[in-house]
């Protein structure tokens, strides 16, 4: 995946001024990581916001047990609007009730459908992706909260640790930082950006 993506976004990363900062979210996190192991020049900073990483934090700080009977049942339901009802629910603590975002996810759903099987790889490329011991040679902002349903944030402090990051912790946003909490990330990226 982080092949693909180093190749397809070559070009662009050459044609830029200032900083290239790679942000990912979740599972994209071990795509980035392993993309700026391989082409540490193709970036000059990194932020993982609620990444979990094999090896380093335990399987249920990875994915918390009761959000582990939420995926089984999002995994098992057939209707496209309470399958994203049921996804909001569990990234979100401020949203997860508000109609209009509902309904933007239901029609990307329905422009751009994931299938369970791909849903399935992604889990699977999740769970037995081996977390590297080699730390990546450019400053890393790890980004979590308190109030992930998902991912213990104790596992977010001990990717911190192990990648020697930056770590910076919200107090009330969900998994999905990026839509609970959108101003407190963009201020920690101009940060990183100004180092």
């Given at each position: 995946?982080?092949?693909?993506?180093?190749?397809?976004?070559?070009?662009?990363?050459?044609?830029?001024?200032?900083?290239?900062?790679?942000?990912?979210?979740?599972?994209?996190?071990?795509?980035?990581?392993?993309?700026v192991l391989h082409h540490p020049d193709n970036f000059q900073g990194l932020v993982l916001v609620g990444t979990s990483l094999k090896k380093v934090c335990k399987k249920k700080e990875r994915?918390?047990?009761?959000?582990?009977?939420?995926?089984?049942?999002?995994?098992?339901?057939?209707?496209?609007?309470?399958?994203?009802?049921?996804?909001?629910?569990?990234?979100s603590n401020l949203y997860a009730e508000n109609d209009s975002i509902l309904q933007r996810w239901i029609d990307i759903q329905e422009k751009r459908p994931i299938s369970k099987t791909t849903l399935f790889k992604q889990t699977m490329a999740g769970m037995f992706y081996l977390t590297p011991d080699t730390k990546p040679a450019i400053p890393i902002l790890v980004v979590g909260s308190e109030g992930d349903k998902i991912v213990d944030p104790v596992c977010i402090q001990k990717v911190q640790t192990h990648l020697e990051a930056d770590l910076a912790m919200h107090?009330?946003?969900?998994?999905?930082?990026?839509?609970?909490?959108?101003v407190g990330l963009a201020d920690q990226l101009t940060f990183l950006a100004d180092e």
């Open positions: 995946m982080s092949a693909f993506l180093q190749q397809e976004y070559q070009e662009s990363l050459q044609n830029t001024s200032g900083k290239n900062i790679l942000l990912a979210t979740s599972l994209s996190g071990n795509v980035a990581l392993e993309w994915v918390q047990k009761s959000a582990k009977k939420e995926f089984f049942d999002i995994f098992m339901t057939v209707d496209v609007s309470e399958r994203e009802q049921k996804f909001l629910s569990i990234n107090e009330y946003a969900g998994h999905g930082i990026p839509l609970d909490a959108p």
